[in-house]
């Protein structure tokens, strides 16, 4: 079992940036694929961004590609989504997941195992 507690969120202006983190529990967490998705308002939970199990690979939703950038860090639990040059329709609440699903880069939230609890990210405009 893994638990995973998400932070960084806040509200930040267009334009700017924002890094948040998700810490993950147990001893497990290497052979976790870690992605982040987000849920805005009235919206589904869509993804946002997820990284292999090594780090070695990512994979992006168009929207966010050269904007965002998922790392992870396999000797401290975590994993982190670097957000810039941030927009209004940014804003949503943040969840990180792990997935045992690793044959592709799966978008779909019913294949990740474990979720945060959520973090929000507000961009005023």
């Known amino acids: 079992q893994v638990q995973l507690v998400e932070s960084g969120g806040g509200l930040v202006q267009a334009g700017g940036s924002l890094r948040l983190s998700c810490a993950a529990s147990g001893r497990t967490f290497s052979t976790y694929r870690m992605g982040w998705f987000r849920q805005a308002p009235g919206k589904e939970r869509e993804f946002v961004a997820a990284?292999?199990?090594?780090?070695?690979?990512?994979y992006y939703r168009d929207s966010v590609k050269g904007r965002f950038f998922i790392s992870r860090d396999n000797d401290k639990n975590t994993v982190s989504l670097q957000m810039n040059s941030l927009k209004p329709e940014d804003t949503a609440v943040y969840y990180c997941g792990a997935t045992r699903f690793i044959a592709y880069f799966t978008v779909k939230e019913f294949d990740y195992d474990y979720w945060g609890q959520g973090t929000q990210v507000a961009v005023s405009s």
């Open positions: 990284i292999s199990r090594s780090g070695g690979n990512t």
